[in-house]
């Protein structure tokens, strides 16, 4: 068991960011196997609030190379969150296939700072801007396709790791927000899993979200995050409720 | 607690069916909610060999509309799978938006029954069955891109619930087995989710896996499953090993 806590500032109106509290578990989790996360899974069960957290974290199986864990993080109060995921250190390397490349995407300093229409602690500690096109919904002006694509970075040039990859897989807006069917609102994430693919390369990420199945009351949004070499370090996807007015 | 059993004759070359062993701890875990899966996650511990086993299921939240809930597996002497979903019945309607159709296949009739080139118990008790160009791989012409597409089916046309659902998103063989790079061996699943989209109209499933990023040893699949009307049913993605010979 591990004590933990939410700190302040890494709330979206009042609430932590969900990439902030995965990250927060799954160091919890990889610290009790002594590896970096490669597949994760989130259940999100009630937003996480500033203030201490307990996390437990159950070995289920440690081997050579690859350990599962599973983890729960609640506060005094209320459960937060509960994960499942296999966790090992990157082996680069062997035969490669690809199908698609990174986004092709504005300078940074022509995309739009990615802070909702909200109070947002959240996004003074990360940084992540998204193309013009995919900002006009906080105007009333969505692009129509359910997607975003923008940059990720950390205060600094911080570097990347795994743990920053959990974070930039959910520190964009809901691509739901581009359909232009549906109001600007409260989106809850049922389920994120993400896969660490590699080790990124210094400098900023560049981001592709995007939404293929809106339908009976959810959606899907896959993800993926490409370093500056071009590499594919992350790849996500989640499964979340349309926002309602 | 639930006492199960691994059937005999669900078995690829000996192991279980990864996606015959997730629907059996499924059902468990469904039972203890009173609703069906919605978004499932399994990470395969060790192969699945017929017996008896025990599924410890353990109830995180219930709510009103959703219910998150995890399991594990076990045998006498193994770990067998460990998972973690959230359970709630499909509420149909409201806006859609879908990018992309259905594989256009080949009717049934002319598609390979998907066998393996192993004894395959599975193969007797559904039947998934690939477009010609998707075959080729077992005869030394894989078709050079890393996808199957195909039909699934369960014997005598019973219908196919969430729980066959997730069996059909672990029916076909390894994608990476058409990439033409790799040998035609193991290659194990680590983790393995599934977002159940909708209840499936009678009739043969529609199904296409496909993988966009091989790399550093490890393949992504993911996979669509449409129904007999058109309506995506079901969306898998995995996190797998690259076969090795």
């Not at 509290?21 to 002594?34: S, Y």
């Not at 259940?43 to 070995?59: F, R, T, W």
């Not at 864990?69 to 990157?90: E, H, K, P, Y």
């Amino acid at each position: 068991m591990y004590d933990a806590e939410i700190a302040e500032g890494w709330d979206i109106g009042g609430n932590a960011n969900g990439g902030y509290v995965i990250a927060l578990a799954a160091r919890a989790m990889a610290d009790a196997v002594g590896r970096p996360p490669l597949t994760l899974t989130a259940h999100y069960l009630s937003p996480g609030k500033p203030g201490p957290v307990e996390i437990d974290v159950d070995v289920l199986r440690a081997g050579r190379r690859m350990a599962t864990v599973r983890a729960a993080m609640r506060s005094a109060d209320t459960d937060v969150l509960a994960l499942l995921g296999t966790f090992a250190d990157q082996t680069p390397g062997g035969p490669s296939q690809i199908v698609g490349t990174p986004p092709e995407l504005p300078p940074i300093d022509e995309c739009v700072h990615a802070a909702p229409p909200v109070d947002s602690g959240f996004h003074h500690r990360v940084r992540s801007s998204v193309r013009p096109i995919d900002a006009g919904f906080r105007d009333g002006h969505p692009s129509g396709t359910a997607e975003m694509q923008g940059w990720f970075e950390l205060p600094d040039d911080q570097p990347i790791d795994a743990f920053g990859l959990l974070m930039a897989a959910d520190a964009f807006a809901p691509v739901v927000f581009n359909s232009g069917k549906f109001p600007v609102g409260w989106s809850p994430t049922l389920e994120l899993t993400v896969h660490v693919r590699g080790v990124p390369a210094p400098g900023p990420l560049r981001c592709r979200f995007f939404s293929r199945f809106i339908e009976n009351g959810m959606f899907d949004e896959s993800g993926e995050i490409w370093d500056s070499e071009g590499t594919l370090v992350a790849h996500s996807r989640q499964l979340a409720l349309i926002p309602r007015a």
